[in-house]
């Protein structure tokens, strides 16, 4: 089957010095630490080839308070593809500026927009928000895969739908968290070997299913959020992402907001992809990580200071996250 990449280069601008990593089309790259100064923050990369010829990847970044208001230059992908093929990505935390070179545009997502390129060739370069932890994955489908998938008249109003029928052409475009979802879902941590890729193929294909019933209007879900209630969860998460240790409770929040707790929970995640608990928890273990790597903070004082009862919890929690335990972050 065709797959979606012959070779793709990663070349380093946190780093320039750092080596090119050269990727082939069956290359996996489990974890790979992103080379950059301990002043600007830490970071890891993944990425899975599927059986279907999809690619999958995942970035994960910290950045130091240093980098706060700051576009931070990551690194410039380049590809050659055997197809015509559409990448698609999305932030589930945090902003990232890509400069698309093919196209010679500059394209912001995160949030509920993400971006959606059609290319014979990649080449582009993500800067991140330095402002916050930024969690990006990104799936790569050639057409021809697409078509068999969807069929070809399918794809093709998808590919309409989404305003990237042309080849060079990358749009943003809003879509509900629910619709995304599973894309941020299949890069588990919970199986491993063979099982995990049949488990990100599920979830793939259950995240193009969704995608293509929205775009095409035959996407079932609630009505959508009003205007007033949709800001009201963009502003709350602007404050938690500039809130320090001291987060308030979600009671306090709903009285500040004028509202009930599980209607502000409810509609944060309608906006933000995933509760405040879930959204709060993700920031603090990025701070964590900082600390874990900037600081001989021990890990039980750490835990209690993230509000942990047991340092296990937050081992696990971290582990959950990031892929590996606090401790690794300590060795050497």
Do not use: C
């Not at 078509?147 to 590919?159: D, F, I, K, W």
Request: net charge neutral; hydrophobic share 45%.
């Amino acid at each position: 089957m065709t797959t979606a990449f012959s070779l793709a280069e990663v070349r380093w601008l946190t780093d320039p010095e750092a080596p090119v990593v050269v990727l082939d089309h069956l290359a996996d790259l489990p974890h790979q630490e992103v080379p950059m100064p301990p002043a600007m923050g830490s970071g890891w990369v993944e990425m899975m080839h599927l059986a279907l010829g999809m690619h999958l990847a995942r970035g994960t970044h910290h950045f130091t308070e240093a980098m706060a208001g700051h576009w931070v230059p990551f690194a410039r992908i380049t590809a050659e593809l055997p197809d015509d093929s559409l990448t698609i990505q999305s932030a589930r935390s945090g902003r990232v500026r890509l400069y698309e070179r093919r196209v010679g545009s500059e394209l912001t997502f995160g949030g509920d927009v993400a971006l959606f390129q059609h290319s014979d060739r990649l080449d582009y370069e993500p800067h991140p928000d330095g402002s916050t932890m930024v969690q990006v994955t990104v799936l790569l489908i050639g057409d021809a895969l697409l078509a068999r998938l969807l069929g070809e008249a399918l794809a093709g109003t998808l590919m309409a739908g989404l305003g990237v029928v042309g080849v060079p052409s990358a749009r943003v475009l809003a879509i509900p968290a629910a619709i995304t979802a599973p894309l941020y879902a299949a890069l588990s941590t919970e199986q491993a070997g063979a099982l995990r890729k049949l488990y990100a193929q599920s979830k793939i294909l259950e995240y193009l299913g969704g995608l293509t019933r929205f775009i095409t209007g035959e996407h079932e879900a609630s009505p959508a959020l009003p205007l007033v209630r949709r800001r009201r969860a963009e502003q709350l998460r602007e404050e938690l992402e500039r809130a320090g240790a001291e987060v308030p409770s979600l009671d306090e929040l709903a009285r500040r907001y004028r509202t009930s707790a599980r209607t502000l929970n409810d509609d944060f995640k309608e906006v933000v992809g995933q509760s405040i608990f879930a959204f709060v928890t993700r920031r603090r273990l990025g701070q964590a990580h900082v600390l874990l790597q900037e600081t001989d903070i021990p890990l039980k004082q750490l835990a209690a200071r993230l509000g942990y009862t047991h340092v296990n919890h937050f081992s696990t929690a971290f582990r959950r996250v990031f892929g590996y335990p606090p401790g690794r972050l300590r060795r050497g």
